[in-house]
């Protein structure tokens, strides 16, 4: 079955890696970029594949409402032969523009989304990338020393954008749990790197940290989206042993959610 993607971050080194592998499965991929100057790298990513790709060029830091995310979703569907039925959220403030800018793209423009997906019926899932230390309290999994690596990111080193996509996180994990439609899934991955794809360690991680490749969140993404029977959750990600499809299957099959222990999970 064929399906629209949109890509929110698409100029992004995750979104640019995991475009071509969406394309490949013949699915529209709507690619969101914020400058026109991008435009020709996204492009290329389109070049000899499958699917259509779109590139659609909006700035996320513009989205103050739930109703302005909402025409961007509907002006990504004017793109494709069909609507919008899966969001990916990959995008960031990547430590620009200060405090303001991470909350009102990494908080603000995700619950934004987050919001208008649910609102929208055709969407069915949307998959957003994190960081696998963003939780409030320590899992049963994890040692106190992880916790305390974790909360030393969390508050000393990356605090105001743990603030902001604990926020989002907390948010889709409310929604998709109350919607009849819509599977939200966080995927939560460890220190990114620049090494090729490889096995992982994936639901509930050992550690607070640890390192994965971009390349492998990619690849996990993508077989998340196109695998069935997806459930709502956290799913973490680190560099692993066991094969990313098994991996996933292994996921889906035990309904593994490592929002278990945090606040969020009970309500």
């Known amino acids: 079955m064929s399906h629209h993607v949109l890509l929110l971050g698409g100029h992004g080194k995750v979104a640019q890696l995991l475009t071509p592998l969406l394309l490949k499965r013949s699915w529209t991929v709507t690619s969101v970029i ?105 899992p049963a999994w994890w040692s106190e020393e992880e916790w305390k690596a974790a909360q030393h990111v969390n508050n000393e080193v990356l605090p105001t954008y743990y603030k902001a996509k604990i926020a989002a996180d907390e948010e889709l994990y409310r929604v998709s749990r109350k919607s009849e439609t819509l599977v939200g899934i966080n995927l939560r991955p460890g220190t990114l790197t620049l090494e090729p794809a490889g096995k992982v360690e994936l639901g509930r991680t050992k550690g607070s940290s640890g390192d994965v490749s971009r390349e492998t969140v990619a690849v996990v993404a993508d077989e998340l989206l196109a695998r069935e029977g997806v459930r709502n959750g956290w799913i973490d990600l680190l560099d692993g042993a066991e094969g990313v499809r098994e991996a996933v299957e292994r996921v889906v099959r035990e309904g593994v959610d490592a929002a278990e222990g945090d606040p969020v999970y009970d309500e």
């Open 34 to 138: 914020r400058a026109q100057e991008q435009v020709p790298t996204i492009k290329k990513l389109g070049e000899s594949q499958n699917g259509k790709l779109n590139v659609l060029v909006r700035s996320l830091e513009d989205v103050k409402s739930t109703d302005d995310a909402k025409k961007v979703i509907e002006d990504a569907g004017r793109e494709g032969e069909k609507g919008v039925d899966y969001v990916v959220w990959s995008a960031g403030a990547g430590g620009k523009g200060g405090p303001e800018r991470t909350y009102a793209i990494d908080r603000d423009a995700a619950i934004h989304f987050i919001r208008a997906a649910a609102s929208t019926p055709s969407i069915t899932k949307f998959l957003m990338v994190s960081y696998l230390a963003s939780r409030k309290a320590k």
